[in-house]
């Protein structure tokens, strides 16, 4: 029931009202019964609006402007907002729908991403977070799902869309991110998957496996020792010394997979899209392992609605993928063939930028695959700080530079410094260039967290209030940054009409 015509919130009448320049979100415009609101921006910071009168009205906590109540983008005045609007609360990718993860460690990138995505039939993942970023960005998940909403809201999504806790590796990281309101849970199971057993040659290999329980042993190969599995058109055989291998790899990793899987996954009681990962490994994921993981997933009724294996080749952080085309796709073919016939669909991660294989996926897996792009939406504010205050990018840049030591403590990259231009060699109008150079994009994409955080001798954050306050000038043309960089992203991956 519209009752308040639109102009009682036009930015003229907020602005009077207000005391100071607002920045109203058109598509935001809401009439509920008796009460419209909306989101405006004044300065750095995002506001909700409402006037009238009603349940709704009464229930957001803000302050009187005249006629209008101003109200903050808190948790709180979201809640309230979720029950009201529902498009406004994340939700499971229930339909199998072909996904992206948007992660948005900044709070800011996801009106760029909704402008990428346009009318584009993929599931948006708009709120992923790892427990890593959180702690980069001095965040929460319930931050990260507040922030998504509230672009939702102002930017005029009302399809569906997610929000994952990413790479989480133990079951209350787990417990946590479902309690906040995720809809998707990564499974990160490096902790539990024993790398040294893949530099062991044939005696050593089964000299570690005859120490294991002998019922362990024996229940494994009654099971799968030396039997053929069809699937689709090959026929692939767990042999004695890949199973031994496979048990002592990811022995405890299942048993952590079908321990969260029952206690937090299966008992939330709504619905939640299960992804497992096992791409943090030293090595790619043999066909063989990937087939062995999936029997036993299915043998212990654990419902994943996708899997990440480490495929061959380099998926180094911000750059596009380092590797033999021709073999990533024969791998690739291998592996889809068996997430399609257990009845999920693969996963990509550090998927931002790695273009050349995009067609290969799109062409391949016809959509029914998730991947996973992050730090290139910080790369893209990085761009705009270029663009439109070189000053600060050149402090950042030389900032990054005695931070990427510690940086690669957490990432694994292989960047070299002594390759990227110095700063005195460049121009003002040249700085953007360094966007377009492997070294300088993973020396800035990897550095972020140092970058933001990092204080000076007075406990004062070295770029983070200079950086914020840019974004917020500049808003569109950030947003048509990553509308440009993700569309590019989306139309190579097939997800949308080229142009």
């Given at each position: 029931m519209e009752v308040y015509a639109t102009e009682r919130l036009d930015r003229e009448q907020l602005e009077q009202?207000?005391?100071?320049?607002?920045?109203?979100?058109?598509?935001?415009?809401?009439?509920?019964?008796?009460?419209?609101?909306?989101?405006?921006?004044?300065?750095r910071q995002r506001y909700l609006v409402a006037c009238g009168s009603g349940p709704i009205y009464d229930e957001f906590d803000g302050e009187m402007h005249g006629a209008i109540k101003r109200c903050g983008t808190t948790h709180a005045n979201r809640l309230i907002l979720n029950r009201y609007l529902p498009y406004t609360v994340p939700s499971a990718n229930t339909a199998q729908k072909p996904s992206i993860g948007l992660g948005d460690r900044l709070g800011?990138?996801?009106?760029?991403?909704?402008?990428?995505?346009?009318?584009?039939?993929?599931?948006?993942?708009?709120?992923?977070?790892?427990?890593?970023?959180?702690?980069?960005?001095?965040?929460?998940?319930?931050?990260?799902?507040?922030s998504a909403a509230w672009a939702v809201f102002a930017h005029g999504w009302t399809a569906a869309w997610g929000a994952d806790g990413d790479h989480l590796k133990r079951e209350a990281e787990v417990a946590n991110a479902l309690s906040d309101g995720a809809t998707m849970i990564t499974l990160d199971s490096s902790e539990q998957i024993d790398n040294t057993i893949q530099g062991l040659d044939e005696q050593g290999l089964l000299a570690r496996y005859e120490a294991l329980d002998e019922g362990i042993r024996s229940a494994y190969e009654e099971r799968y020792r030396d039997k053929a599995h069809t699937i689709g058109d090959v026929t692939i055989t767990l042999d004695g010394t890949s199973l031994a291998r496979d048990v002592?790899?990811?022995?405890?990793?299942?048993?952590?997979?079908?321990?969260?899987?029952?206690?937090?996954?299966?008992?939330?009681?709504?619905?939640?899209?299960?992804e497992i990962s096992i791409d943090e490994?030293?090595?790619?994921?043999?066909?063989?392992?990937?087939?062995?993981?999936?029997?036993e997933l299915k043998r212990r009724q654990v419902l994943v609605s996708t899997l990440a294996p480490r495929f061959i080749g380099e998926f180094q952080k911000g750059i596009d993928y380092r590797g033999d085309l021709g073999l990533f796709e024969e791998d690739l073919v291998l592996h889809s063939a068996i997430a399609r016939h257990f009845g999920y669909r693969l996963s990509v991660h550090s998927g931002s930028d790695k273009f050349s294989i995009f067609p290969i996926l799109g062409r391949l897996l016809a959509g029914r695959f998730h991947i996973k792009t992050a730090g290139t939406n910080w790369l893209e504010a990085m761009r705009l700080m270029a663009q439109k205050d070189p000053g600060l990018y050149r402090r950042m840049h030389e900032h990054a530079l005695t931070r990427f030591a510690d940086a690669t403590a957490f990432y694994h990259v292989t960047t070299d410094l002594g390759a990227i231009k110095p700063l005195a060699d460049v121009t003002d109008e040249e700085l953007e260039a360094y966007l377009g150079d492997d070294n300088a994009r993973q020396l800035l994409h990897i550095t972020y967290g140092y970058l933001l955080l990092d204080e000076d001798g007075a406990g004062k954050k070295l770029f983070r209030d200079e950086f914020f306050a840019l974004l917020a000038k500049e808003e569109e043309s950030y947003q048509a940054l990553l509308s440009s960089h993700i569309g590019r992203h989306l139309d190579l991956l097939g997800f949308r009409t080229a142009g």
């Open positions: 009202s207000l005391g100071s320049d607002v920045k109203l979100y058109p598509k935001s415009v809401t009439n509920l019964g008796e009460c419209s609101i909306a989101l405006v921006r004044q300065g800011e990138a996801t009106g760029g991403h909704i402008a990428a995505l346009g009318e584009s039939a993929v599931y948006p993942i708009f709120a992923q977070q790892s427990i890593r970023e959180l702690n980069f960005t001095d965040r929460t998940f319930s931050d990260v799902i507040d002592l790899i990811y022995d405890k990793a299942l048993t952590f997979m079908q321990q969260v899987w029952e206690h937090q996954i299966k008992e939330c009681g709504r619905p939640i899209d299960f490994t030293d090595t790619p994921t043999d066909v063989k392992s990937h087939l062995f993981i999936a029997l």
